[in-house]
């Protein structure tokens, strides 16, 4: 695995405890959460497991806040995305755009923050949860704004929300910086797919 | 989590290799293939580790009979779904019906096969991505045909194929049998989504 210094933790400090979320993003993408020891990633943060618990009381801990920064990071992508990007046409291309490429270039944080899901904490899983809601929440009122103005045409708003939302996730699933397409060109093909499956009349043809 | 009888294993002999294909199904969705240990297995199907080694040399050896089953079974449901489905429209939406349904049904053994394909030996990687390439082939041809006909309107075939291939998948990632949907309702939002994806005239309006 490629080292992967994601920027989305450039904003947790002190320094040591960022590195140890870096190291705990690619313990658990390449081993799982739990085969991963703390001892492993305070080795990989160049630090002792002493030195690890000043900062995180627990593997756990370290998960949590993968998963909310992760979380927090992919809120703010969309919702800048969806902001003064004009009518819901505009705003839903932008929104997938965004999404979309965040998913690809942050694969590796965000096969973490969707496959370990299970392993956080009850407390810790409902504020995940509220961050999750949140997403489709922005691209629900995208839609929802569109079939009220009449851009859009979709019968079940949740459900083709829930689709959207899914689509863009799975990116990080199957992205590779190897493959053939780049996180840009995949926003652009995904935002013609939402576009349809919003049943926009113009979008894509 | 629920015990999960997957019948995509019935056709697995002996009986005692069936068990622990499931042992492992069970154990790997749980903690992951590297946390999960041989005797954990064996214990899940009644068994000792020694009587383990006489079907399955490895651990890893149990994670491909489980995702070649996984993905013989998903093939041949796409198979026999487009399979006398009547014009291309028919047929994607057969598809997605099918291949939807089999991600719901079946959202444990598939998050394994997705999630651990990294935890694969080269030489069985490389015979899992060619059953991988099959499903996309199936679904490729059927909006090739459909674009041939005049009844889809698709510029990047291979790109959309692909993004109804991912639709389809992540279902396994945020499906729950305690959620608001069953299988076959949410086979039929996306079948109709797909074909709007595809650019079907009448689909989905």
Redesign the interface.
Known sequence: MTVETDESFGGVTPDAARRLLLGAVQAFAE?????TTTRDIAGRAGMSPAALYIHYKTKEELLFHISRVGHERSVAVLEEAVEGAGDSAGRLAAAVRAFVRWHAEHHTTA?VV??ELAALGEEHYARIVVLRRRSEEILREVLQEGVATGQF?V??IR??T??VV??C???A??FSPEGR?TPDE?GE??AG?AL??A?YRDG??
């Open positions: 081993r799982g959460f739990h085969a096969r969707q496959y045409a019968e079940d459900g083709t829930l689709a899914s689509l996730i799975d990116v699933r199957w397409r995949i093909l995904y797919l349809r499956m049943g894509g043809r």
